[in-house]
């Protein structure tokens, strides 16, 4: 049987074709391969222009291209950061307990605290936002962290009474997911001007162990 040069089968559909090897015994190259300088540098350049554009469009809607009916003004949402900066502060300055303290120790540092939150969220009772979309959205949220805080007082109250038996319950929207996931996506909404009253970086669910506060939080 005489010898046959090799076939290289590409697939067209549902059905294969035989694609001859070159002279030289190469298989064919791809279209890109084929293709002249000026082409291949047309589809380079396009696809960075692409990718340039994908990554301005996520850049631009997460900083100044956001524009939710919620979104604050911004110098109303100066005020909020300025107010989470300070509660921020006021927190990393009390005495840190360990995970190894006594209930009573756990609890006091809770209850100092939510005194610290609570006139963080007094203080922006006080702002008011001119145009009523984000001006009924922060009064929600404020609620919302009025809930969390209370939450974390009858934990304390409770580790008074109940030492290590006692168990924090978060509250949770429609029963079913954590309240502060719906803070926290409101702060989003916000681009990056009020990152700091994210309640990861004020440690608000934190209510055992040692606080980490700010960015560091990894939040």
């Known amino acids: ?8 089968f590409v697939p067209t559909g549902d059905r294969e074709t035989a694609a001859a090897p070159h002279a030289n015994g190469a298989l064919p190259g791809s279209e890109f391969t084929k293709a002249s300088p000026t ?22 809607s997460v900083t100044a291209g956001g524009r939710s009916p919620e979104r604050l003004d911004d110098p109303t949402a100066r005020v909020v950061e300025t107010a989470c900066v300070g509660a921020q502060h006021a927190l990393s300055a009390l005495p840190q307990v360990s995970a190894k303290a006594a209930a009573p120790a ?17 203080d922006l009772r ?15 949220w404020l609620a919302d962290w009025q ?11 409770d ?20 309240i502060v996931d719906k803070m926290n996506d409101w702060i989003l909404e916000q681009g990056t001007r009020t990152d700091a009253c994210n309640t990861g ?3 608000a669910e ?12 990894n939040t």
């Open 206 to 217: 934190v209510v055992f162990g040692l606080r980490t506060y700010g960015p560091a939080s």
């Open 201 to 203: 970086q004020l440690q």
């Open 159 to 178: 580790l008074g009474t109940d030492g290590n038996n006692a168990r924090f319950v978060e509250p949770a929207t429609a029963g079913v997911d954590p």
């Open 106 to 122: 756990r609890a006091t540092l809770i209850t100092r605290e939510d005194a610290i939150l609570t006139s963080m969220v007094d």
């Open 39 to 60: 082409r291949r540098r047309l589809i380079v350049g396009g696809l960075v222009v692409f990718l340039g554009l994908w990554a301005f469009a996520i850049t631009y």
């Open 126 to 140: 006080a702002v008011h936002p001119d145009q009523k979309t984000p001006a009924t959205a922060l009064t929600d």
């Open 1 to 8: 049987m005489p010898d046959r040069e090799p076939r290289t």
């Open 147 to 157: 809930r969390l805080i209370t939450a974390r007082q009858t934990y304390a109250t």
